[in-house]
């Protein structure tokens, strides 16, 4: 009853936040309301008691992706009217993409609509800890297949940065062990000089 | 009066479905009230205490003028900023503009939820603490990227900019630093890490302070601490407000309550890192010693003094070394916070996870 309550109340959050993502006209409002949306939905896994995953969302996606996100929309001077112009062009594709989610999302429900009592999670025993049993899973049972995907994510981001990264020549670049190293003696010349007399 | 209060609690605990919900509703309203309100009375009195230190640090005498000793020097402040009027730039976004102010205000207040201040006395004991922690650090962010987007100027846009940078990069040595926490305290629960620097070989022996986890992670707790200050945008790291270059960052179009509201926030940012660090290598609510005294005397029994002395000298850790250092330069803190403490904290989670699996592991 009072889960219900809440999870209607987040869900509604969720849905609109998520629909004022695509429909903001100033695109900072738009990434705005994608955070809002991300929180919701970890508010909603959290009902679901899958605390480490609703967290994990917490800190990686609206902590640090999205504040990057945010940064780089901030930055970059977008001309709605140009983006506007690809809408039609563009819509057939994303009718398809979005028929295709739709079909998807529908045979999950529908999946678990005939045994919805076994949707329910069961309740853990005192003490129980989702990040333990989470962990335990990953290095364990399916160890070699999260480190194959730590690799994959680990060539992706030489990759990335490898493909990125410019090397200016007019860059001014220090050493900070050599600043460190520097001595008076190196900087500083005493120089012995007689005093000035009246002429 | 305290039956009465008992007898009311049962009653409304029996009405119905709404009746337990109203009683949780409220009990948890009254944890908050009573961790928040002398939590707003600290920050009016480190802002207080922040000036006397260091104007005692720099041979000053700091404000004398308001009360005795300048004791109510914090009252009148806010007296100030309450008057103020808030100006709202004319092409300033004006919803987020007001809006960036409570986002920041927000997760400093909301991490206290979990903080544990005596035994049992924690307002959500739950079992992803230190998760919950670090979900909330990473929020404060948007606060300063918000307002400095919202005023539609050039100095808070700058400060903006540099805050994102900044503050995403000192999270991850932060994450990694509490990673190392967690492993040695086997727990993500914040009274369990407590729990677990009470144990060990010195602590048998009475000498509690020496078993805590600071001794064993000294490393680990420098990188926390000075990531902590990075985190918090305190001197040296405070280039996002700047005032020599940027004259205060983000917050350089904000007066009245708009300013004071990012102005607590630090303040209560500055208090929960503190709090933190006590909790995770000072033993949180423990005290340093086994003794008679420490353990029946008030106020020594109890652990919430504990957790204030404690926490009162690393706050005014912050403030010395706001008196000691200059500003680091901005290209200097992304080089510390990349190359420098995030390759510690891996180097030191490889070396206490090797050194957990070997027969001299303290954490058993």
């Not at chain 2, 650090?137 to 100027?153: D, F, T």
């Not at chain 2, 990188?223 to 280039?239: C, I, K, Q």
């Amino acid at each position: 009853m009072y889960e219900a309550a809440v999870f209607y109340a987040f869900g509604a959050v969720l849905l609109v936040s998520a629909l004022a993502v695509i429909t903001a006209r100033n695109p900072v409002h738009g990434v705005l309301f994608l955070v809002l949306a991300f929180f919701t939905a970890s508010a909603i896994w959290l009902l679901l008691r899958a605390e480490f995953l609703a967290i994990a969302l917490v800190v990686v996606y609206v902590g640090a992706v999205m504040v990057l996100f945010l940064f780089v929309v901030m930055m970059l001077d977008i001309n709605l009217e140009r983006v506007r112009e690809g809408f039609w062009r563009n819509l057939p594709l994303a009718l398809v993409v979005g028929g295709v989610m739709v079909v998807e999302m529908v045979l999950v429900l529908a999946g678990k609509y005939f045994d919805i009592v076994a949707t329910r999670p069961a309740p853990f025993p005192p003490g129980y800890s989702n990040t333990r049993a989470l962990g335990r899973l990953l290095y364990t049972d399916y160890c070699y297949a999260f480190e194959i995907a730590a690799v994959v994510l680990l060539v992706a981001i030489i990759a990335a940065i490898s493909l990125t990264l410019r090397r200016r020549k007019d860059s001014r670049y220090q050493d900070p062990a050599e600043q460190v190293r520097a001595r008076r003696e190196e900087r500083v010349r005493l120089v012995s000089m007689p005093a000035e007399r009246d002429a | 009066m305290r039956e009465w209060w008992i007898d009311k609690a049962d009653w409304l605990q029996g009405q119905g479905t709404w009746g337990p919900m109203v009683y949780a509703t409220a009990m948890a309203l009254a944890g908050i009230i009573a961790i928040v309100a002398p939590l707003f009375a600290c920050v009016a009195y480190l802002t207080l205490w922040e000036r006397k230190l260091i104007g005692w640090i720099q041979i000053r005498i700091g404000p004398n003028r308001v009360g005795p000793l300048g004791l109510l020097q914090p009252v009148a402040d806010g007296v100030k900023l309450l008057m103020k009027e808030i100006i709202v730039p004319s092409s300033a976004n004006k919803g987020l503009y007001i809006l960036a102010p409570i986002v920041m205000l927000m997760p400093a207040l909301a991490a206290w939820a979990v903080i544990p201040f005596a035994p049992e006395v924690v307002l959500a004991d739950i079992n992803a603490g230190l998760l919950y922690i670090m979900a909330l650090s990473s929020l404060g962010v948007y606060g300063v990227i918000v307002a400095g987007w919202a005023s539609n100027s050039k100095y808070a846009f700058l400060g903006a900019m540099r805050s994102a940078a900044q503050m995403v990069s000192y999270e991850l040595a932060m994450g990694f630093a509490l990673v190392v926490v967690l492993m040695v305290s086997g727990s993500l629960k914040l009274s369990d890490i407590v729990v677990s620097q009470g144990r060990g070989l010195f602590a048998s022996m009475g000498l509690n302070f020496l078993s805590w986890n600071w001794l064993p992670l000294l490393p680990i707790l420098v990188v926390y601490f000075v990531s902590g200050v990075a985190e918090t945008n305190r001197a040296p790291f405070d280039v996002v407000e700047g005032e020599s270059e940027i004259v205060a960052g983000h917050m350089i179009e904000y007066s009245g309550m708009a300013f004071a509201l990012f102005f607590l926030a630090e303040y209560m940012n500055m208090i929960l890192i503190s709090t933190l660090t006590v909790v995770m290598f000072f033993g949180g609510w423990q005290p340093p010693i086994d003794t008679y005294l420490f353990a029946e005397v008030p106020p020594f029994k109890f652990g919430l003094f504990w957790l204030f002395v404690k926490t009162f000298v690393v706050v005014s850790m912050f403030l010395w070394l706001r008196a000691t250092f200059p500003r680091y330069r901005y290209d200097q803190i992304m080089r510390l916070g990349w190359k420098i403490f995030i390759p510690i904290t891996i180097v030191w989670i490889v070396v206490v996870g090797i050194w957990m699996q070997t027969p001299w592991s303290l954490w058993r």
